[in-house]
């Protein structure tokens, strides 16, 4: 198990260096030297490729992308344009409130999702399945920044439940947290309910009614433990466009995230800042989906033993 | 070369026979109809739009004195902070959206389909770098590839069908390979390579067809995905250009008056619903009527 | 008399007229239609059928397992142990099953919950019904264990970490886990190797006699009734078409389907002789013929045949059968007339 994942964790290097030279190509290749714009208009030439060395702009796209790569590893993400700050202190300033948000998102789409979609399936064709199922495809079809405009309309507008923006205190995570879960909460639904209707029918469900275990338990105990597992992988899945949909709630609520930290950043063609919080989302997300593989072995013991071998 | 001929037979069979049963189980399921109806009514609308309204005059000229108008019967929609009607922007605004949508899965679909079905046809190193490269998109989030992407090539229409485009080709591409992998042992392969057929002509003959199927319901609902993210780019203010009518963009601007004309928020952001939930309904219809097993 | 005699007078089961059938989509699948069945105490009764005959379904109507929707049993009494079980609670209902009546199940790759180690799924029924603490109910879990001949330890042990024959040793070691007074086992050897066939029906046969337990063993293989049965009954389309003892059935065959099975059989003593399959296959449960449900597949059918369904009558003391050929003067099977 401890060997998977070591393996695991050395496969992990490779996959970044790629991911980070794919954003770093990209975001490289943008039309117009940055130089320029920095410089100013009436620039000499020599002004200019000094200012290009500075900015760690002289040599080709693999050159700069290994002196990146190095730095990389010192944990050294190169220097915003705009602010002139270090882009490692700046995104670790964001990071926390985007992490923040995403697990409240996590928690909120599971309360509602699990139980909504286990009830759908046992009582498979009533008209709580109907009403689920046409929820969850409305938030699938959703928008999410729609959603969000739609909440701060009705709860901090119309009502004064919750603030329209910010970071302050507890109540101001409400509405970016449900704007960014519902369409999780949705995807969440369909699946628990797919994923219990599929177990519901095994023969093992069977073995344990015949034992004499009470239905709620065999719901409980049995059916759920089996039916997590491709919930659990929609949770990895997901976690990426979790992230993907926080920088939209994060414009829409004014939350100061990584989202908002992108948007910015190039709105100012702040490139070092996109490429570097590019970078680390990525790197982020990888690293929970790893997690998430470790937390499979435990929920299933037949993964745990093909990961010892 | 009999065997050739009988080989194209029994696939052109299956094919339609196998067409036929998807429509005859489609009809039976009143939410994919529904679908159908609805995003066949939106495309017409789409197409028809030039029919109704003029461009210059009707739907980026600014009228001054019809400024921010609560709906009425002259403007079922209200108006906009330039006097604009917001009907008849929200109709225009279904071109570029259809557009982008449909153009950026075209466009996923062929890079997508080429590259799994050629790595899972082909094997070996290929197919290991197509498919790492694959898991690396996937785990960029597609938000930010599409910003990354746009915000590089600068903002025009075309880029952002690019940029949603390479967002979703992953998806495609692990479709494709998984259904090359599923075909590519079975001995009619087999038998296509001994009567000499090209690699080319074996995938777009013997194997494609048999991914079709799951490859029309991945599009389907990928295009209501691809709307909805052309739709926050253009919200983000990295989409489609202003002064056109793209809906995100209507809604960026509507939401500066968030407060008093929360009208101007709500339309556009109910066309994209209707849109997408249409297109959920069908792909979801069509997923069922294809595997009757997953239908319950 | 003495009081172990009077107990073995009563019947563990009595069932009268019992019914399946299931509302679909497609129309109404009548499984099982009105069918009888008792059984003494110790003693083992044979089901035998075709795949389709409605032999599992009866099983899960005599627990109450038949989902509903869409399945609708009827009957007119249902007796386990003397106790009328039609009425009772859901919760009734789940502390006799595994307790008084259960069932070991088919396909034992699929019967056990992958999730949980086998020690834990034997225990469940012990926590449950002996009301033990679960360090307990695991020590008896490993007793059960060695009994089915699994050595203990392997408890800890996950599902996937066995054999096949081993998971059906599993299955065992949990329907007897409570000392059942009924046990129904449902083809428990068709899904096995044929060498490992033979080692789980011995193993049931000496744990029956241990526990003194009364059994209904569902299976199409006759070799297995002639070993392990005392009756049997044969069902066909959803009917017991011929019942009896092992001597009546085997040896004083009366129906001809029973004769068909017999026919399927290869014969050790004249390899030279063909086998003579069933032609034909059992009707669709969504469309039975009128009368009787064999007549279309069967050698000595008659016009009168297809009227009406044949009842089951009385041709001695304990052999009954379903076919109205007999009604005919001098009528005889075959299998009969060559001896």
């Given at each position: 198990?401890?060997?998977?994942?070591?393996?695991?964790?050395?496969?992990?290097?490779?996959?970044?260096?790629a991911?980070?030279?794919?954003?770093?190509?990209?975001?490289?290749?943008?039309?117009?030297?940055?130089?320029?714009?920095?410089?100013?208009?009436?620039?000499?030439?020599?002004?200019?490729?000094?200012?290009?060395?500075?900015?760690?702009l002289?040599?080709?796209?693999?050159?700069?992308?290994?002196?990146?790569?190095?730095?990389?590893?010192?944990?050294?993400?190169?220097?915003s344009?705009?602010?002139?700050?270090?882009?490692?202190?700046?995104?670790?300033?964001?990071?926390?409130?985007?992490?923040?948000?995403?697990?409240?998102?996590?928690?909120?789409?599971?309360?509602?999702?699990?139980?909504?979609?286990?009830?759908?399936?046992?009582?498979?064709?009533?008209w709580?399945?109907?009403?689920?199922?046409v929820?969850?495809?409305?938030?699938?079809?959703m928008?999410?920044f729609?959603?969000?405009?739609?909440?701060?309309?009705?709860?901090?507008?119309?009502?004064?439940w919750?603030?329209?923006?910010?970071?302050?205190?507890?109540?101001?995570?409400?509405?970016?947290?449900?704007?960014?879960g519902?369409?999780l909460?949705?995807?969440?639904?369909?699946?628990?309910?797919?994923?219990?209707?599929?177990?519901?029918?095994?023969?093992?469900l069977?073995?344990?009614?015949?034992?004499?275990?009470?239905?709620?338990?065999i719901?409980?105990?049995?059916?759920?433990?089996?039916?997590?597992?491709?919930?659990?992988?929609?949770?990895?899945?997901?976690?990426?466009?979790?992230l993907?949909?926080?920088?939209?709630?994060?414009?829409?609520?004014?939350?100061?995230?990584?989202?908002?930290?992108?948007?910015?950043?190039?709105?100012q063609?702040?490139?070092?800042?996109?490429?570097?919080?590019?970078?680390?989302?990525?790197m982020?997300?990888?690293?929970?989906?790893?997690?998430?593989?470790?937390?499979?072995?435990?929920?299933?013991?037949?993964?745990?033993?093909?990961?010892?071998? | 070369?009999?065997n050739?001929?009988?080989?194209?037979?029994?696939?052109?069979?299956?094919?339609r026979?196998?067409?036929?049963?998807?429509?005859?189980?489609?009809?039976?399921?009143?939410?994919?109809?529904?679908?159908?109806?609805?995003?066949?009514l939106?495309?017409?609308?789409?197409?028809?739009?030039?029919?109704?309204?003029d461009?210059?005059?009707?739907?980026?000229?600014?009228?001054?004195?019809?400024r921010?108008?609560?709906?009425?019967?002259?403007?079922?929609f209200?108006?906009?902070?330039?006097g604009?009607?917001?009907?008849?922007?929200?109709?225009?605004?279904?071109?570029?959206s259809?557009?982008?949508?449909?153009?950026?899965?075209?466009?996923?679909?062929?890079?997508?389909?080429?590259?799994?079905?050629?790595?899972?046809?082909v094997?070996?190193?290929?197919?290991?770098?197509?498919?790492?490269?694959?898991d690396?998109?996937?785990?960029?989030?597609s938000?930010?590839?599409?910003?990354?992407?746009?915000?590089?090539?600068?903002?025009?229409?075309?880029?952002?069908?690019?940029?949603?485009?390479?967002?979703?080709?992953?998806?495609?591409?692990?479709?494709a390979?998984?259904?090359?992998?599923?075909?590519r042992?079975?001995?009619?392969?087999?038998?296509?390579?001994?009567?000499?057929m090209?690699?080319?002509?074996?995938?777009?003959?013997?194997?494609?067809?048999?991914?079709?199927?799951?490859?029309?319901?991945?599009?389907?609902?990928?295009?209501?995905?691809?709307?909805?993210?052309?739709?926050?780019?253009?919200?983000?203010?990295?989409?489609?250009?202003?002064?056109?009518?793209?809906?995100?963009?209507?809604?960026s601007s509507?939401?500066?008056?968030?407060?008093?004309?929360?009208?101007?928020?709500?339309?556009?952001?109910?066309a994209?619903?209707?849109?997408?939930?249409?297109?959920?309904?069908?792909g979801?219809?069509?997923?069922?009527?294809?595997?009757?097993?997953?239908?319950? | 008399?003495?009081?172990?005699?009077i107990?073995?007078?009563?019947?563990?089961?009595?069932?009268?007229?019992l019914?399946?059938?299931?509302?679909?989509?497609?129309g109404i699948?009548?499984a099982?239609?009105?069918?009888?069945?008792?059984?003494?105490?110790?003693?083992?009764?044979?089901?035998?059928?075709e795949?389709?005959?409605?032999?599992?379904?009866?099983?899960?109507a005599?627990?109450?397992?038949?989902?509903?929707?869409?399945?609708?049993?009827?009957c007119?009494?249902?007796?386990?142990?003397?106790?009328?079980?039609?009425?009772?609670?859901?919760?009734?209902?789940?502390?006799?099953?595994?307790?008084?009546?259960?069932?070991?199940?088919?396909?034992p790759?699929?019967?056990?919950?992958?999730v949980?180690?086998?020690?834990?799924?034997?225990?469940?029924?012990?926590?449950l019904?002996?009301?033990?603490n679960?360090?307990q109910?695991?020590?008896?879990?490993?007793?059960?264990?060695?009994?089915?001949?699994?050595?203990?330890?392997?408890?800890?042990?996950y599902?996937?970490?066995f054999s096949?024959?081993?998971?059906?040793?599993?299955?065992?070691?949990?329907?007897?886990?409570?000392?059942?007074?009924?046990?129904?086992?449902?083809?428990?050897?068709?899904?096995?190797?044929?060498?490992?066939?033979?080692?789980?029906?011995e193993?049931?046969?000496?744990?029956?006699?241990?526990?003194?337990?009364?059994?209904?063993?569902?299976?199409?293989?006759?070799?297995?009734?002639?070993e392990?049965?005392?009756?049997?009954?044969?069902?066909?389309?959803?009917?017991?078409?011929?019942?009896?003892?092992?001597?009546?059935?085997?040896?004083?065959?009366?129906?001809?389907?029973?004769?068909?099975?017999?026919?399927?059989?290869?014969?050790?003593?004249?390899?030279?002789?063909?086998?003579?399959?069933i032609?034909?296959?059992?009707?669709?449960?969504?469309?039975?013929?009128?009368?009787?449900?064999?007549?279309?597949?069967?050698?000595y059918?008659?016009?009168?045949?297809?009227?009406?369904?044949?009842?089951?009558?009385?041709?001695?003391?304990?052999?009954?059968?379903?076919?109205?050929a007999?009604?005919?003067?001098?009528?005889?099977?075959e299998?009969r007339?060559k001896k």
């Amino acid at each position: 198990m401890w060997r998977y994942i070591l393996k695991r964790l050395l496969m992990l290097i490779p996959v970044l260096l790629a991911v980070a030279f794919v954003i770093y190509a990209i975001m490289n290749v943008a039309e117009g030297d940055p130089v320029y714009s920095v410089a100013g208009a009436d620039a000499t030439e020599e002004q200019l490729a000094a200012l290009r060395e500075e900015m760690g702009l002289n040599g080709s796209l693999i050159e700069r992308y290994f002196r990146y790569i190095g730095n990389l590893l010192k944990g050294d993400l190169g220097v915003s344009y705009v602010s002139k700050q270090d882009v490692m202190k700046i995104y670790l300033q964001r990071l926390p409130n985007t992490l923040k948000l995403a697990s409240m998102t996590m928690i909120f789409a599971t309360l509602i999702a699990l139980p909504l979609g286990i009830i759908a399936a046992v009582n498979q064709n009533s008209w709580i399945d109907t009403v689920s199922m046409v929820l969850a495809l409305i938030g699938l079809s959703m928008p999410n920044f729609w959603l969000g405009l739609l909440l701060i309309i009705l709860f901090s507008l119309k009502l004064g439940w919750f603030p329209s923006g910010g970071n302050e205190g507890f109540k101001s995570i409400i509405l970016p947290a449900f704007t960014v879960g519902a369409g999780l909460a949705a995807l969440l639904t369909r699946t628990t309910r797919s994923s219990m209707l599929d177990v519901i029918r095994q023969d093992y469900l069977r073995t344990a009614r015949a034992k004499g275990v009470p239905e709620k338990t065999i719901i409980r105990k049995h059916a759920l433990r089996n039916a997590l597992i491709p919930i659990i992988t929609i949770f990895g899945v997901q976690f990426s466009n979790v992230l993907g949909g926080s920088v939209l709630a994060e414009t829409v609520f004014a939350w100061p995230g990584v989202g908002r930290l992108v948007v910015d950043a190039i709105d100012q063609r702040d490139i070092p800042t996109v490429t570097g919080a590019l970078v680390m989302t990525t790197m982020l997300v990888t690293v929970v989906n790893l997690l998430i593989d470790i937390v499979y072995a435990f929920v299933d013991p037949r993964i745990k033993a093909k990961y010892s071998k | 070369m009999a065997n050739e001929k009988e080989l194209r037979a029994h696939q052109k069979y299956k094919k339609r026979s196998s067409l036929g049963m998807v429509w005859h189980q489609l009809k039976k399921n009143k939410g994919a109809i529904i679908g159908l109806i609805l995003i066949s009514l939106v495309i017409i609308l789409a197409l028809c739009a030039p029919l109704i309204y003029d461009y210059k005059q009707d739907i980026v000229k600014n009228h001054v004195r019809e400024r921010m108008l609560y709906p009425s019967a002259e403007h079922p929609f209200g108006t906009d902070d330039l006097g604009r009607d917001i009907l008849a922007r929200v109709i225009w605004g279904a071109r570029y959206s259809l557009a982008v949508g449909v153009v950026a899965v075209l466009f996923a679909l062929v890079v997508g389909v080429t590259l799994g079905a050629i790595a899972g046809y082909v094997g070996g190193v290929f197919e290991d770098i197509v498919m790492r490269v694959c898991d690396i998109f996937s785990s960029i989030p597609s938000v930010l590839l599409a910003i990354a992407v746009v915000s590089a090539m600068g903002k025009s229409t075309v880029n952002l069908m690019i940029a949603v485009g390479l967002a979703s080709s992953a998806p495609f591409t692990r479709v494709a390979r998984a259904a090359v992998l599923v075909v590519r042992d079975e001995e009619y392969i087999e038998a296509a390579k001994a009567i000499g057929m090209r690699d080319w002509q074996i995938i777009l003959e013997h194997i494609l067809p048999n991914c079709v199927s799951q490859i029309i319901v991945q599009a389907t609902l990928r295009v209501g995905s691809a709307i909805i993210s052309a739709a926050q780019l253009s919200f983000l203010g990295l989409g489609v250009p202003a002064p056109a009518p793209e809906w995100g963009a209507m809604l960026s601007s509507g939401r500066q008056f968030i407060r008093d004309y929360s009208y101007m928020t709500l339309f556009p952001g109910l066309a994209i619903m209707l849109c997408v939930l249409s297109l959920n309904l069908l792909g979801d219809g069509l997923r069922d009527a294809l595997d009757p097993k997953l239908k319950r | 008399m003495s009081e172990k005699e009077i107990t073995r007078n009563e019947k563990i089961l009595d069932v009268k007229n019992l019914s399946v059938r299931f509302e679909t989509e497609d129309g109404i699948v009548r499984a099982v239609n009105g069918i009888d069945l008792d059984l003494g105490y110790h003693r083992t009764l044979g089901l035998v059928g075709e795949t389709g005959a409605g032999k599992t379904t009866t099983a899960l109507a005599l627990l109450r397992l038949v989902q509903s929707p869409p399945g609708v049993v009827e009957c007119d009494k249902l007796e386990i142990g003397g106790r009328d079980i039609r009425e009772l609670s859901i919760e009734h209902m789940e502390q006799i099953r595994g307790k008084d009546i259960s069932m070991i199940f088919q396909d034992p790759m699929t019967a056990l919950n992958p999730v949980f180690t086998v020690g834990d799924q034997i225990a469940e029924s012990l926590e449950l019904h002996e009301h033990l603490n679960h360090e307990q109910a695991l020590e008896r879990a490993g007793d059960m264990l060695e009994m089915v001949g699994i050595p203990r330890a392997r408890g800890k042990e996950y599902p996937h970490q066995f054999s096949g024959g081993m998971k059906q040793r599993v299955v065992i070691a949990i329907a007897l886990a409570c000392n059942p007074k009924l046990l129904i086992a449902d083809e428990p050897t068709t899904a096995l190797d044929v060498t490992i066939q033979a080692q789980v029906l011995e193993l049931m046969n000496d744990l029956k006699t241990k526990y003194d337990t009364s059994m209904i063993m569902i299976t199409h293989d006759l070799g297995i009734v002639a070993e392990v049965c005392d009756e049997v009954a044969v069902m066909y389309a959803g009917r017991i078409i011929e019942k009896g003892t092992l001597e009546d059935v085997f040896r004083e065959t009366m129906h001809p389907y029973t004769e068909g099975l017999f026919n399927s059989l290869p014969n050790i003593k004249n390899r030279t002789a063909r086998l003579k399959p069933i032609m034909g296959l059992m009707p669709d449960p969504t469309n039975l013929p009128p009368g009787c449900a064999f007549a279309p597949r069967c050698n000595y059918a008659t016009e009168e045949c297809s009227k009406e369904v044949p009842e089951l009558k009385a041709v001695s003391q304990t052999h009954k059968c379903a076919c109205c050929a007999y009604e005919r003067e001098g009528f005889c099977i075959e299998r009969r007339a060559k001896k």
